[in-house]
Nanobody
Framework: QVQLVESGGGLVQPGGSLRLSCVAS????????MAWYRQAPGKQREMVAA???????RYADSVKDRFIISRDNAKNMVELQMNNLQPEDTAIYYC??????????????WGQGTQVTVSS
């Protein structure tokens, strides 16, 4: 019914920047929340940033002041601008969204993930 596709991952040096994008497609009726999660090897998936339509963005303490989440409702898109990247930011980043479709209310959808590697 719904597909989330991430893009923008890659390898960057410490201190570098990267911008991730996620576009939702399908029979979307309404997107409530869009968020970015990440998961590093051996660690649990953690929320990085989230934003609700019409609400204030929320960030994990570890990325606050470095990452910026933005949302374009008209494009069903959420982006994550990542600045001053550090090796500890290395992880697979996943797009997450709470979406109501034309046939179902409120399901939690996930993208396939995009790899972000920060290394010199």
């Amino acid at each position: 019914q719904v597909q989330l596709v991430e893009s923008g991952g890659g390898l960057v040096q410490p201190g570098g920047s990267l911008r991730l994008s996620c576009v939702a497609s399908g029979n979307i009726f309404k997107i409530y929340l869009m968020a970015w999660y990440r998961q590093a090897p051996g660690k649990q998936r953690e929320m990085v940033a989230a934003i609700v339509s019409g609400g204030d963005p929320r960030y994990a303490d570890s990325v606050k002041d470095r990452f910026i989440i933005s949302r374009d409702n008209a494009k069903n898109m959420v982006e994550l601008q990542m600045n001053n990247l550090q090796p500890e930011d290395t992880a697979i980043y996943y797009c997450n969204a709470g979406i109501a479709t034309t046939t179902a209310i409120g399901y939690d959808y996930w993208g396939q993930g995009t790899q972000v590697t920060v290394s010199s």
